[in-house]
């Protein structure tokens, strides 16, 4: 059953009005807080509220994260879009459509029964009554709270929902169009931030005449405390200035990092709070053997392909922004309180971007050209992020020990399980901690002193958390999760945040498990769950990949198993990943299995989880962040490579059909499941495992060389 | 310091008075308002910022556009033929093959190098042509897919 309990985006936005106007005739104009970052939310957003209303898809107008007239709905993260925007967006489609029939009904002294909806026209008994809803638009006052008590769709009615609609936004982006990038007005300013190299940093020289001499055009160099800008009409101007200033720039000073950072020696050296969470029976079953097992991932960064922009206007006492971001709500209230101006004299407009895989610099960026906006009133600034300051000074992805220990029982199952945690927090987002968490701002005299951080509570999900605890049965469970609050490093939020390493270190270690109690892996793993959803989609997995066939292989290929609930509450997802390995890893093919409850868009469901095993498959194989000399010293692609076309398999999605479910978040499903599904791959090939990412031919000769 | 810089983009004469050190990127979006080609890294490893000269793949983003004064440019907007779309934009279309589209004008570009010499191209010769570019959303057996459909269409249509 679909739920009517109200999601929090209509809690938050609890007025029919704030979503849905009937204005400009045959079109309805949707509202949503929820932007597109690649991932094909306006598509699926769009079905939901055409399916509800009775209009054509095409009919419905959305508009997304404009902060004057869309609701807000925090950040567009999380795997909630769908879930939580999507269900608003439903009952407010389902409570105006009968507000419009039960006024309708009462009109024609008819029962609301006679009447149905067809493109927004009112029939009755099927023929046309001559109403529609903008017709009788001015008859129904839309500023009333949502009761969420109107009876929604049954999924079996539905033409829209579950169908294939093509994404609304690719034909401009085929055309190489509709991107935040490519917006130029003719008052535009061009610039760009030099930034500092690590946290409190103090930029005590700068050769301002050789930065002036490489941008051969006049430039304008903007400096209030460490905040350094290079700002002129010519784009490659201030191109060539930022990238002169780099080198040119001597800094002094802060907090930057050590030689080790990211180590399981630099993470467990730290300062940390420490919580302890238990679960199932208070007293120790009797047990036997014994298992141990440490794992670690390395920092790591989102990696867009279009570094991140803004555009800003000052004009009359109002800020006008353009960014890419994905709060826009968030980013109006964070920019107005770091700018020292009411939040009513901020307009954020989301544009798209480049996609966003977690917190990337668009908020920045949005300062940036905010700030310096406020220092060109009439023009409009824009601010573009260079590709070497997105790896050097974005949000940055945290490293993480995990270490894992199961006490086995006569079953041969964990009737005693421990997993202990050392992270920074996973989540700086703008507001978060009642911090701005922008570089800019950070950078300006007298900026706010920090508030202490915190993790994103196991309440909402968890950062470091998220998905620590395993979805098998478990009698008896212990949670110890260090989080580290002081680290000298923005960390924050990557797809899944803490949720994919814990899924790589639970899954590897489940397998560890299997083969010392000498069972097949997934047997093992059956063995442990009673969930019925979740043995389909393990069970799924295993026959579309054909992971009982018993074929043999030849040396050094194997195939691996990877399975997770994201969040223990969203989308389930099972992958195997079939890889040969000499040196190096080759991917030779992938097979996923999911169930997302109802899908509202099947394609684009396939394409997220897709995506998110690709991703997935990078994070582990080949990518890190590093440090050299109190900086980070990744600076180009080539320094951190992310996999390519050449090493992408066939990959074959098993979108397990489940209508009469809530629909679940399913865009960070696949990223775990694959992770570890290759590390358990690459053990099984090996007859070693590599238990320290990434699995690179590096980490991969020192396990085979280690004894 | 001003250059003369003479070019036929997408099919039209052109003729720039900028900085000729300045990359064909800037030239493009700058000067001759094609928005299309995309700014990735500056430093040809990601490949949005692919062009054709005269009819090769090439990165724009640090080639200084003196250097290719007198060539023929394509850029993603020529691909499309007076509002009709090369049948690589169709196919990419019909395939869905794309997440935040970031990389794809790029991609379509190289793509379309590839069918203008390679009618009937395998699965290992669109990987080979398409491995300068990034795709951090995943879309890539999407786009491989959408190369083979176009070129079914392409050799359907030109026997």
Not at chain 1, 84 to 98: F, Y
Request: hydrophobic share 40%; aromatic share 6%; glycine share 10%.
């Amino acid at each position: 059953m679909i739920s009517n309990a109200l999601p929090l985006s209509l809690t938050d936005n609890p007025i029919l009005s704030q979503w849905v106007a009937f204005k400009e005739q045959g079109r309805v104009r949707v509202g949503s807080g929820k932007v597109e970052i690649g991932q094909g939310i306006l598509t699926a957003l769009t079905q939901i509220a055409a399916e509800e209303l009775d209009v054509r898809p095409d009919q419905i107008h959305l508009v997304s994260g404009e902060t004057d007239i869309s609701p807000a709905e925090g950040f567009t993260s999380g795997s909630y879009s769908v879930a939580v925007g999507g269900a608003s967006i439903r009952l407010v489609c389902a409570e105006v459509r009968s507000l419009f029939i039960e006024r309708l009904a009462e009109t024609l002294r008819c029962s609301p029964g006679e009447l149905t909806v067809e493109n927004g026209r009112f029939l009755r008994s099927g023929k046309d009554t001559g109403r529609d809803y903008w017709s009788m638009a001015n008859e129904i006052a839309l500023d009333r709270r949502a009761t969420g008590t109107a009876p929604v769709k049954k999924p079996s009615s539905y033409r829209i929902v579950g169908k294939h609609l093509p994404r609304l936004d690719l034909p401009a982006k085929i055309a190489g169009a509709g991107f935040i990038h490519d917006i130029t007005p003719a008052n535009v300013l061009h610039a760009r931030v030099l930034r500092q190299p690590w946290r409190g940093a103090h930029l005590a020289a700068l050769d301002e005449n050789a930065v002036r001499k490489a941008a051969k055009a006049p430039i304008e160099i903007l400096r209030e405390g460490e905040f350094v800008a290079f700002i002129s009409d010519s784009e490659i101007a201030v191109m060539r200035a930022a990238e002169a200033a780099r080198p040119l720039a001597r800094w002094e000073g802060g907090t930057p990092p050590p030689a080790n950072v990211g180590t399981r020696d630099w993470l467990k050296a730290q300062k940390s709070k420490d919580k302890v969470t238990d679960a199932g029976q208070r007293n120790a079953v009797p047990g036997g053997r014994v298992v141990e097992a440490e794992y670690s991932r390395p920092f790591l960064t989102y990696g867009s392909i279009g570094p991140c922009c803004s555009l800003a206007e000052w004009k009359d006492g109002a800020l006008k922004v353009w960014s890419h971001c994905q709060g826009p709500a968030v980013l109006r209230d964070w920019l107005a309180k770091a700018l020292r101006l009411p939040a009513a004299q901020v307009t954020v407009l989301h544009r798209q971007g480049s996609g966003a895989y977690g917190h990337n610099t668009a908020d920045d960026a949005a300062f940036d050209a905010s700030f310096i906006a406020m220092r060109h009133p009439g023009r409009t600034i824009r601010v573009q992020w260079q590709r070497e300051d997105e790896f050097a000074a974005s949000p940055i992805s945290t490293a993480m020990a995990i270490k894992l220990r199961a006490v086995l029982g006569n079953e041969n199952k964990p009737v005693d399980w421990s997993i202990e945690l050392w992270s920074p927090p996973h989540a700086q987002r703008p507001g978060m901690n009642g911090n701005s968490n922008l570089i800019g701002a950070e950078a300006l005299p007298n900026a706010p002193k920090q508030n202490p951080l915190g993790d994103v509570p196991d309440e909402r999900g968890g950062g470091a958390t998220r998905n620590a605890i395993p979805i098998y049965d478990l009698p008896r469970h212990r949670m110890i999760h260090h989080m580290l609050p002081e680290v000298p490093m923005r960390t924050s939020s990557l797809r899944g945040l803490g949720a994919w390493a814990n899924v790589f270190a639970i899954e590897s270690f489940v397998d560890e498990l299997a083969d010392a109690v000498g069972e097949d892996p997934v047997t093992y793993r059956l063995s442990l769950l009673s969930d019925p959803r979740a043995r389909r989609v393990v069970e799924t997995a295993a026959q579309i990949s054909g992971w009982f066939d018993g074929k043999p292989m030849p040396d050094g290929r194997a195939k691996g198993f990877g399975f997770a609930r994201y969040k223990n509450i969203a989308s389930f997802a099972a992958v195997v990943v079939e890889l040969d390995v000499a040196e190096d890893i080759k991917l030779r093919k992938i097979w996923c299995a999911a169930d997302a409850g109802l899908v509202i868009a099947p394609d684009g469901a396939r394409n997220q989880l897709e995506g998110g095993i690709i991703q997935g498959a990078s994070f582990v194989m080949r990518e890190q962040v590093r440090f050299d000399d109190g900086r980070v010293s990744t600076r180009t692609w080539e320094d951190y490579p992310i996999l390519r076309f050449s090493d992408i398999p066939e990959i074959d999605i098993e979108l397990i059909d489940n209508p009469n479910e809530p629909t679940l978040g399913l865009g960070e499903a696949s990223v775990g499941p694959t992770g570890a599904a290759i590390g358990n791959a690459l053990a099984r090939a090996l007859g070693k495992r590599v238990r320290d990412l990434p699995l690179t031919r590096d980490k991969i000769m020192a396990t085979l060389l280690a004894e | 310091m001003s250059d003369k810089l003479d070019f036929v983009v997408n099919g039209r004469a052109v003729s720039v008075t900028c900085d000729g050190t300045v990359p064909l990127l800037t030239v493009l979006r700058d000067h001759l308002d094609l928005r299309g080609t995309k700014f990735g890294c500056g430093t040809e490893q990601c490949g949005a910022c692919m062009v054709l000269i005269d009819g090769k793949p090439e990165f724009s983003c640090s080639r200084e556009a003196a250097t290719v004064t007198g060539w023929a440019i394509t850029t993603v907007e020529g691909l499309s033929n007076g509002g009709a779309l090369h049948a690589l934009q169709q196919a990419f279309l019909d395939e869905q093959a794309g997440q935040c589209g970031y990389c794809l004008s790029g991609i379509l570009i190289s793509a379309s190098a590839l069918l203008e010499k390679n009618r009937k191209p395998s699965r290992a010769d669109i990987i080979a042509a398409l491995d300068p570019h990034l795709c951090r959303c995943g879309i890539h057996n999407r786009v491989v897919r959408a190369v083979q459909k176009a070129a079914t269409a392409i050799t359907g249509a030109r026997p």
